[in-house]
Nanobody, 124 residues
Framework: QVQLVESGGGLVQAGDSLRLSCAASGRTFSSNGMGWFRQAPGKEREFVAAITRSGGGTFLADSVKGRFTISRDNAKNTVYLQMINLKPEDTAVYYC?????????????????WGQGTQVTVSS
């Protein structure tokens, strides 16, 4: 089992930055591929970013490329999502997820463990 707790969300203005954190506990964190997803009201949960267990490989959704960065610190059992130049369309609940495999995945069903989510609201 892996427990995930997100933090760092909030209300910001367009163009601002935020860094989300996801603290993991339970099984060995460094074994898991990790991902961030988001869900806006009335919309499906969508993939945002993923990272391999070592942190050497990352993948970002086209909608956030150039603005978001995913990283991890295995010594701290934490994965981060750095977001810059935020837009109103980035408004959503952001979820951290962990998968049993160490590789990158972009579908929600590929992840076995989920956090409770953190709200990000970007005003125009």
């Amino acid at each position: 089992q892996v427990q995930l707790v997100e933090s760092g969300g909030g209300l910001v203005q367009a163009g601002d930055s935020l860094r989300l954190s996801c603290a993991a506990s339970g099984r060995t964190f460094s074994s898991n591929g990790m991902g961030w997803f988001r869900q806006a009201p009335g919309k499906e949960r969508e993939f945002v970013a993923a990272i391999t267990r070592s942190g050497g490989g990352t993948f970002l959704a086209d909608s956030v490329k150039g603005r978001f960065t995913i990283s991890r610190d295995n010594a701290k059992n934490t994965v981060y999502l750095q977001m810059i130049n935020l837009k109103p369309e980035d408004t959503a609940v952001y979820y951290c997820a962990a998968r049993e495999q160490f590789t990158i995945a972009t579908t929600a069903r590929s992840y076995s463990y989920w956090g409770q989510g953190t709200q990000v609201t970007v005003s125009s």
